[in-house]
């Protein structure tokens, strides 16, 4: 289900993600909201319990201006204007293909950035 929250609502969304994790970053004053599809969350902690190891949100809700002004190359980007995608940092003690491989298990669409040991995932829309 998709969800809408005030920008800087500073709440914990579920066991592992606070909102700040996935906040719009941006300084725009028409940024004012956070969407995010609870499934994303839910399969973000599924995710992370296979290691139980900390996994860092580089991104996640984005405000389309925001989004715009990234040059992140390929459409799958556009998910994140809609709360539908994380991007996320493998530590260095969890394997890369590993992680890669698990993604792909429980998200419904990885992109992977080997030199930065990051991972697009998202989910598809299910209808609420
Ligand atoms: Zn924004
Ligand atoms: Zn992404």
């Not at 994140?80 to 003690?93: F, Q, S, T």
Request: glycine letters at 4%; one cysteine or more.
């Amino acid at each position: 289900m998709i969800k809408r929250l005030k920008k800087g609502s500073n709440v914990q969304l579920s066991a592992h993600v606070h909102s700040d994790e996935i906040d719009c970053p941006c300084d725009n004053p028409g940024c004012t909201a956070l969407f995010y599809e609870s499934e994303l969350l839910d399969a973000f902690e599924e995710f992370r319990l296979v290691w139980s190891e900390p996994i860092t949100i580089n991104s996640g809700y984005r405000c389309p201006e925001h989004n715009s002004l990234l040059v992140s190359p390929g459409a799958a980007t556009s998910t994140h204007i809609i709360g539908h995608a994380l991007d996320l940092k493998i530590p260095i003690c969890i394997d890369f293909a590993w992680a890669c491989h698990e993604a792909n298990e429980i998200f419904d669409f990885v992109y992977e950035y080997p030199e930065t040991r990051t991972l697009h995932c998202d989910i598809y829309y299910r209808g609420d």
